[in-house]
């Protein structure tokens, strides 16, 4: 029995490490996860009680199709409904992608570094990874462009891109929109969509009539605060939707994450408040880096990646022993860095404050 050849030595998603592990280790009674740039505010306090009553119906499938959700979400983007796929996180659009498209006579653009799953869903397609440096932090579109050839199937620009925060503007995305071959299928992964508050930002909705290779991902993993529910969506041309749906598991999404998910669309007001929030504790950072003559990325995400020029597992074992877990830049490509989820006011306080004693 031997596995595909593509499966040899890659290894399984590594996620930010479990708060009940490092509790466990270091002795510690509180630890805080700002790894994986879930939402520190939780969710919509609506969302609770409407999942309570969708216990009644754990016994039965769910709607595969998501027609709630779907109809929601649809006047919400002000789409039609055959654009739309729902998936078990973004992360299930991205595999969905790849083993509908992607074959090893291909290959895929993308940045480095980058959102990790779309290497790793292409590699396991046998498709060979074009990955183009990042020039300061941003996706550097005209060498993407030129990395383009024949065999290319996909694109994806992150944006803003996982774990830099850096974001492409709309005149660089629409002259590389504008340069992609027809054939070519460009993702815009949005996961931080709702964070984002640059005013040049690229508003894609409406790119999507006339660029039918155009694929646009959002979740409700972060902003929305529904991580362990996995649910997140693609929206493209129906054709495209059409196409790729039978890569689709036919129950992907569930009734309870269906329900959140529809829940927490309606309280645009939770998610105008942690934008807010984010916005203002994110400078704080900004603010730690500038003084203290730190490099970092301008970030308009949940997080922020700092250059705190010593080894990344240091630093990240130096937060860990004050209850904080984060991401450590070695593992992300930036080995003197520390990549950290904005917290609420009082965690990210408190960071700053260790950091501080320590660093300054
Ligand atoms: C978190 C994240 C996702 C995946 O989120 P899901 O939980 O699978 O919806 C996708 N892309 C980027 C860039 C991310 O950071």
């Given at each position: ?169 709309e005149d660089a995305f629409m ?151 984060t991401r450590n830049g070695e ?30």
């Amino acid at each position: 029995m031997n596995i595909k050849s593509s499966m040899v030595g890659l290894q399984p998603y590594q996620p930010g490490k479990p708060i009940e592990e490092v509790k466990r280790e270091l002795g510690l009674k509180e630890v805080i996860k700002l790894a994986s740039n879930e939402n520190p505010y939780g969710s919509s306090p609506s969302v609770e009680k409407a999942i309570m009553e969708e216990f009644q119906n754990i016994a039965v499938y769910p709607d595969g199709y998501a027609q709630e959700l779907r109809t929601k979400t649809a006047n919400l983007l002000g789409v039609n409904e055959q654009q739309l796929i729902f998936g078990n996180g973004s992360d299930e659009i991205i595999l969905i992608l790849c083993r509908s498209f992607l074959t090893n006579e291909d290959n895929i653009v993308i940045a480095d570094p980058t959102f990790s799953q779309y290497a790793h869903n292409a590699v396991i397609e046998g498709t060979e990874i074009k990955a183009v440096p990042l020039n300061n932090g941003v996706h550097d579109l005209d060498e993407m462009h030129k990395a383009i050839d024949d065999n290319t199937k996909m694109v994806f620009v992150c944006n803003p891109n996982n774990p830099t925060g850096t974001y492409v503007n709309e005149d660089a995305f629409m002259s590389f929109l504008k340069k992609v071959p027809k054939d070519v299928l460009v993702v815009s992964d949005e996961a931080y969509y709702e964070y984002v508050t640059a005013e040049d930002y690229p508003s894609t909705l409406p790119l999507l009539k006339d660029y039918p290779n155009l694929m646009i991902l959002r979740t409700f993993s972060k902003a929305y605060g529904l991580a362990s529910l996995r649910v997140g969506y693609g929206i493209g041309s129906e054709k495209l939707i059409r196409e790729i749906d039978p890569g689709r598991g036919p129950f992907n999404t569930n009734t309870i994450a269906q329900k959140a998910a529809l829940t927490a669309l309606e309280d645009q007001e939770f998610i105008e408040s942690c934008y807010r929030k984010n916005k203002t504790e994110l400078a704080k950072y900004v603010d730690f880096c500038e003084k203290n003559g730190f490099d970092y990325y301008p970030s308009q995400a949940n997080f922020i990646l700092m250059d705190l020029r010593k080894p990344g597992s240091d630093i990240f074992q130096y937060l860990l022993s004050k209850g904080f877990i984060t991401r450590n830049g070695e593992a992300l490509g930036f080995p003197t860095s520390i990549r950290i989820t904005v917290g609420t006011p009082e965690q990210n306080d408190k960071i700053i404050e260790e950091l501080t004693n320590w660093l300054v």
